[in-house]
């Protein structure tokens, strides 16, 4: 099988690439922009057959020239939500994705790509329904679009009981944490986030009371990134099934319990005993900081996927809480400082 995998040298790619590897894939080819250099490190250990700027390959592909491709896992997109160029937005996230669906569709590749959680705004209900679709940001229209489209062709896919030789899963993708995001910047996820806080001040900080939530207390459905490589392998070892499902762990959780479990996850490293939440926080390794004007009206306190369309697929893989998947990216940080 060859597999393309776009935004590879990227947090989702990058893994998804060395989960591959893992399977005994040898013929695994990446796409990405490396204008960002560094990034390269994330693919180090990871066996390629090929490597294409983003550019060179969507042209490539579309025209033929690469020969028969059995499945592609597009992660490649700007997901910077606070990204406010809606022209790059949908250029990047919506026209490329809608360009690379029709290649697929023309050629019986295999389309596998990420869509995202933002989709749902500020729905108190994360179930796949246009019903509960309002996202509060370009991001999460650019996703949305795309899936829209998806959605006219699902029903003339093998996997819906039609005749089109194929197979399209779209991804919603919650709060992805884990290896491998170091790149990220500023959209880099809260445990990587606290992890750096407190080995650099030894203390965390969290978001203040904000719209009816007290102190650290609004929550989302944080998953593992080893929870969503092994769901999108899943897919791609189960051809027959296609759609647009959740990918979260299914549990909304506070993010004090993110930085809970990020300090005692530093302090085992130290060697020291774990402490309880209002421990760390009258020793002041927890603390909290007026919520952002700029983020006032565009922030979803309340994310939890709704995993009914992805168990009746038949995949009933086990998602890691917090304090699990957290204590293991702890450790990777730790041991790999230099990525």
Not at 180 to 186: A, D
Not at 307 to 320: I, K, N, P, V
Request: charged share 20%; proline share 3%; with cysteine.
């Amino acid at each position: 099988m060859r597999v393309v995998v776009t935004g590879a040298a990227g947090m989702i790619g990058s893994n998804l690439v060395h989960g591959l590897n893992r399977l005994g894939a040898k013929e695994v080819i990446a796409v990405d922009d490396l204008t960002d250099g560094p990034k390269y490190r994330n693919l180090l250990g990871s066996t390629l057959a090929d490597y294409f700027d983003k550019d060179e390959f969507y042209a490539r592909f579309a025209a033929g020239e690469l020969g028969k491709i059995d499945a592609i896992l597009h992660e490649g997109a700007c997901s910077d939500t606070m990204e406010h160029d809606g022209r790059f937005m949908l250029e990047n996230n919506y026209r490329c994705s809608k360009t690379l669906l029709d290649a697929c569709l023309a050629q019986g590749t295999r389309l596998l790509y990420a869509s995202s959680a933002a989709t749902y705004g500020a729905s108190e209900t994360f179930r796949e329904e246009p019903a509960f679709e309002a996202p509060l940001n370009v991001y999460g229209y650019s996703k949305l679009l795309f899936d829209q489209v998806v959605r006219r062709y699902l029903p003339t896919l093998r996997s819906q009981g039609g005749t089109q030789d194929g197979q399209v899963v779209g991804f919603r993708y919650f709060n992805v944490y884990g290896p491998r995001e170091q790149h990220k910047g500023r959209m880099a996820s809260v445990a990587f986030h606290h992890f750096n806080q407190f080995r650099q001040n030894g203390q965390v900080k969290l978001f203040g009371e904000y719209n009816g939530y007290a102190p650290g207390t609004q929550s989302r459905d944080f998953v593992f990134v080893d929870d969503v490589v092994a769901v999108n392998l899943w897919f791609l070892q189960n051809p027959d099934k296609s759609g647009i499902f959740n990918l979260g762990s299914g549990r909304a959780q506070p993010f004090n319990d993110v930085a809970h479990a990020t300090v005692n996850a530093c302090r085992a490293l130290d060697g020291l005993p774990a402490l309880t939440l209002d421990e760390q926080i009258a020793q002041g390794l927890v603390s909290y900081i007026d919520f952002p004007d700029a983020l006032r009206g565009k922030y979803q306190c309340l994310t939890q996927a709704d995993l009914t369309r992805l168990r009746a697929t038949g995949c009933d893989h086990a998602f890691s809480d917090v304090a699990g998947g957290v204590a293991s990216y702890v450790r990777w940080l730790a041991s790999n400082p230099l990525i």
